[in-house]
């Protein structure tokens, strides 16, 4: 299949190239995230994750930028950072003040999501919310 779509590492994204090729990949074919484990692996200092976590998390926000540029968004430090934490899972749903700023950031990024018709309008919903709310992700 990804040889078929002509998809290619781009070593432009050093330490996140896998994350880039999917990301590529999700707009040319259908992606799910699978309700089970299929692989474990072994954490240890010597992992690249751990060795280049500056160059990699630069790198991932490069790959996110391209994505929100296309609903017309340029994210901020700050609003970068909303991002990462509600992908980690990080909003705390007790604290008012980081509740509302996920929250806002949702709507925020929800709203262009309709004026551009980027992704699935239901999807990314449910995904934001998911995460804000810390709901382990299952096919329902």
Known sequence: MVHRL????DSNYPH??????????A???Q????PINLLYYRQH???VSIQHRAIQDVTARRIRQRQFSQMG??????????????????VNA???NSYVRALGFVNWVLDQNR??????????????????????????
């Open 6 to 9: 002509g998809v290619q590492y």
């Open 16 to 25: 996140a190239e896998d994350y880039e090729l999917w990301n590529r990949l």
């Open 27 to 29: 707009s040319q074919i």
């Open 31 to 34: 992606m799910v995230n699978l």
């Open 45 to 47: 200092k010597g992992q």
């Open 73 to 90: 968004l340029e994210l901020s430090d700050e609003e970068n950072q909303i991002m990462v934490d509600i992908l980690q899972f990080n």
């Open 94 to 96: 007790n604290d008012y």
């Open 115 to 140: 004026k551009y018709s980027v992704y699935n309008q239901e999807l990314l919903n449910m995904a934001f919310s998911r995460c804000i709310s810390k709901i382990p992700y299952s096919i329902t």
